[in-house]
């Protein structure tokens, strides 16, 4: 088992663009969360599948979306791009017991 | 609304040094808290959590309900733990799989031989 894994590594993107990023959980596990991680900071919760369907959601505007899969993947994708959009983005999947974490996504902004 | 605070940026201990990595909270309802660790070049990984109440690596923290405090401990620092730490709490239980954390700034540990 990889773990979770995400997809792509390094990503570069124009404002006002938009961007999908994606998230395989790790084996046996059915909630997928996303964190945004700006350098310097800690992860901020974005929002939080199951079922197919968002759970939680934090702070973060509309243009921030998600979607899961019957196969428990996850999609985050981000509208109208923001120079302040760029960050690590981090994929978290869990089961009760347990959450790890992906490697991230980088999405630079220009 | 819920805050996890690390006051320190950056904590720099010579080898065989004691440790000890601040973390305080707020929150109304009943905290469920973790360290995660970041070691160079690899993903956030969790080192411990509050209700297990066991040791990692060398590693112990305790929650201080009174002080809102859950400060990370390890008596001889090692070069090895050199990394980024982060402190996190769990907001309300709302699923099984349910886990929305809120993490500090996180503490940079620099180990120095």
């Known amino acids: 088992d990889a773990g979770v894994t995400q997809s792509p590594t390094h990503l570069i993107k124009t404002r006002g663009q938009q961007v999908t990023l994606r998230c395989s959980p790790k084996?046996?596990?059915?909630?997928v969360s996303w964190y945004q991680q700006a350098l310097g900071q800690g992860p901020q919760f974005i929002f939080q599948y199951y079922e197919e369907e968002e759970r939680q959601r934090g702070n973060f505007p509309d243009r921030f979306s998600g979607h899961q899969y019957p196969n428990y993947s996850s999609e985050l994708n981000v509208n109208a791009l923001l120079l302040g959009d760029s960050a690590l983005y981090l994929c978290a999947s869990s089961s009760q017991y347990e959450q790890y974490f992906g490697p991230g996504t980088r999405l630079t902004v220009t | 609304a819920q805050r996890v605070t690390q006051p320190e940026k950056l904590l720099s201990v010579f080898k065989g040094a004691p440790v000890e990595l601040k973390c305080n909270y707020s929150y109304s309802g009943s905290p469920e808290l973790f360290w995660y660790v970041q070691y160079s070049r690899q993903r956030l990984q969790l080192l411990l959590r509050h209700i297990s109440r066991e040791s990692i690596k060398g590693f112990t923290a305790d929650l201080n309900k009174g002080e809102t405090s859950f400060h990370l401990k390890k008596p001889f620092a090692q070069e090895e733990d050199s990394a980024m730490y982060y402190c996190?709490?769990?907001?309300?239980?709302?699923?099984?799989?349910?886990?929305?954390?809120?993490f500090g700034k996180g503490t940079k540990l620099s180990v120095i031989p």
């Open positions: 996190a709490l769990r907001l309300g239980y709302s699923g099984a799989g349910s886990y929305q954390l809120t």
């Open positions: 084996s046996g596990h059915d909630t």
